[in-house]
């Protein structure tokens, strides 16, 4: 109703979407791999330990939910995302 959620029917329209964004924050893990995917920036914020698994494993770049700065958009020019493509 107020143009805040949106719901995608497939993966193409997903990505093509996340395109259009200029930084993607999520704790989901499926919808930082459509913003990587996408190009677009990405934080994941991991929420769980499986959660950190995945994200330690594949170097997606993440902040700490216990630790996160007052103010995230300050610090994204000190993170790193491309760190998962070395």
């Not at 107020?2 to 989901?28: A, G, H, Q």
């Not at 990587?36 to 990405?42: D, F, K, Q, S």
């Amino acid at each position: 109703m107020s143009n805040r959620i949106k719901y995608f029917y497939n993966v193409p329209e997903w990505i093509r979407f996340m395109r259009t964004m200029d930084l993607s924050i999520s704790n989901r893990f499926h919808g930082t791999v459509a913003a990587i995917l996408a190009g677009t920036p990405h934080i994941v914020i991991p929420v769980d330990a499986r959660m950190k698994e995945l994200v330690e494993y594949h170097h997606i770049t993440s902040l700490n939910k216990d630790s996160l700065p007052e103010d995230v958009y300050k610090c994204v020019d000190s993170l790193d995302f491309k760190s998962f493509e070395k």
